[in-house]
């Protein structure tokens, strides 16, 4: 599970920050995840392959999460993308998207699916044989979902010494992975557990951002490996948090502490502050293990 | 008259290299013309007050050239504008725009006035006691104008020596610079020629861009001080501006030259391109003064 930070700062691109938008590899797939205005430029900097991306998630229709998306959409088909792309986000982005190619006369060649997300519970939008997608509603001024990606249990791993000891047919391998006992070639059952060793713990990941604090998440992200919680201020400001519907810091790692994540990366930073590490600072009060999002950080998990 | 390129170049925002973009500071305005994807940033980068522009101008509604317009107008909420702003652009960037601030919830603070185009005749769209702005209607894939921006005829200038050689009093200042005669303290009349000078000749600057060659805009754009005229391709790949519908760097030396322009800036280069200058030596078979369009790059007229 790999975690490329393409921007983490809150509000507006500027020349050194950019706004929300990641990329999640995690088992074959590349998720791009929100996508603020530059996203484009940061993907070719990071050299993110244009092509890996087939699922693009939008959290909510804020400038700073969405702005550069069609930019995204519209370089796919100027440089020949032939491969499905799939957009999930919040009710209203088909009609964004498709309002600037009817104006511009630009129809992507390649097939663009819109899964347009209007619940308020969380529920399963994607999945394939090694992982699945749930939504995590938030609280933010507009409609607004976090992302919960999970790997799914994967296959038992083979221990390749064991298994040529017990004189066991490559034929075999596929079955002994799936957890099946099998009968060798001298006729003698061979016990699963004692040439195989148990599948490797999936990992899942949550992003929520943007949002005020909500307990309601606990229950959803419990146990989550790796958790990305905005924290757009520090409790200094936490008056704010109110009206803009954000959180602070220590909200953030109240979430984490409450669904025992294993790591906190905090992000969405207003750029009022001048020294982020204050946020870590503030974090660590109250939960150990906390990271900071930085803009081309790169994560591997 | 001064012209700062932020962005010039054709399709998608790259590493090194921005969209179309650019500020014209004329007698007090600062009109941005286009405004690709990361124009925000390219202002930022150049130190462009966002509050001294007033008026944005929008040829057509290709990503390339208005992707980052979105970005700019919600970037001038956040920043607490108060200042109308005025956009001209093809019919339809209304709509966009405001459909994108219905989903967020946000809309402006500011007035925020559309004066959508749709006549093929060039028209006069804006003047103040200054200056005044004409489209020039272009030939694209999609309905697109370039911008002719002409200097009104200004005040005759005081010759200050002169004047007080005349023992002209501070107060009749104002009417010699109108062009009347005056009569000074001694009852002599002073003719006007004598103590001013003729005013400054008026600038103009064309903006064409983007556009397959078109001799129909050269009555309109005779005689302008400076064209910015596209080439996106050499002659070499002639055979691409029929169906992109746009133009040569001869094709734009040739406008220029039947416009008896006094420079011909050269700008929206194809990014197949590794050495831009072979447009600088292909148009100047055709026209003497050409220079090349480059980020960041400030002209002084």
Known sequence: MKLTILGCYSATPRILTNPTSQVLEMRGNMFLIDCGEGTQVQLRKHKIKFSRIKHIFISHLHGDHFFGLVGVISTFRLLGREADLHIYGPKGIKEIITLQMKLADSWTNYNLIFHELTTTN??????????????????????????????????RRLDINAANEANIDVAYYRKLKQGFDIINENGITIKNETVTKPAKKPKSYAFCSDTMYKEDIVPIIQNVDVLYHE??????????????????????????????????????YSTRYKDINDFKLEAE???????????GKVFNF
């Open 231 to 268: 924290s757009t201020f520090l409790e200094s400001q936490a008056h704010l948090t109110e009206r803009t519907k954000h959180a602070t810091a220590k909200e953030a790692a109240t979430i984490a502490k409450k669904s025992n994540a294993g790591t906190l990366i905090l992000g969405h």
């Open 285 to 295: 009060q109250v939960f150990d293990n906390v990271v900071l999002a930085k803009d």
């Open 122 to 155: 969380s529920q399963c939008i994607f999945q394939d044989d090694k992982v699945e997608v749930h939504t995590i509603p938030l609280n933010h001024r507009v409609y607004t979902n976090g992302f919960l990606f999970k790997e799914k249990e994967g296959d």
